[in-house]
């Protein structure tokens, strides 16, 4: 059984810069992909961006191109989200999530997706 644990959220200002952390462990850790996906109150988990694990490719969202960055240390097990420029609407609990078999890139950015979740780490970017 794969655990997955989230690190590194907290409290920015706008304009600020927070990076999170996601280790996992358990078991033979074996993935295709890794995503992280976020969670403000009274909305749908969203996708935020995810990378392929032997490749390193990665896909963002519009909301996150060009201001957040997506890598992974395959020594460690850990991915990572370094956010930049942060926006209060980017506030949200941050969840890190794996998937080990292939599937289409295209379905890399559904929740559905996902077999290991993290417990989610709070971001909060205040105006």
């Known amino acids: 059984q794969v655990q997955l644990v989230e690190s590194g959220g907290g409290l920015v200002q706008a304009g600020g810069s927070l990076n999170l952390s996601c280790a996992a462990s358990?078991?033979?850790?074996?993935?295709?992909?890794m995503a992280w996906f976020r969670q403000a109150p009274g909305e749908e988990r969203e996708f935020v961006d995810a990378i392929l694990w032997s490749e390193g490719t990665s896909y963002y969202s519009d909301s996150a191109k060009g201001r957040f960055t997506i890598s992974r240390d395959n020594a460690k097990n850990t991915v990572y989200l370094q956010m930049r420029s942060l926006k209060p609407e980017d506030s949200a609990v941050y969840y890190c999530?794996?998937?080990?078999?292939?599937?289409?890139?295209?379905?890399?950015?559904?929740?559905?997706?996902?077999?290991?979740w993290g417990q989610g780490t709070q971001v909060t970017v205040s105006s």
């Open positions: 999530a794996s998937r080990r078999t292939y599937i289409d890139r295209y379905a890399l950015q559904l929740k559905q997706a996902y077999t290991y």
């Open positions: 358990g078991g033979t850790f074996s993935t295709y992909a």
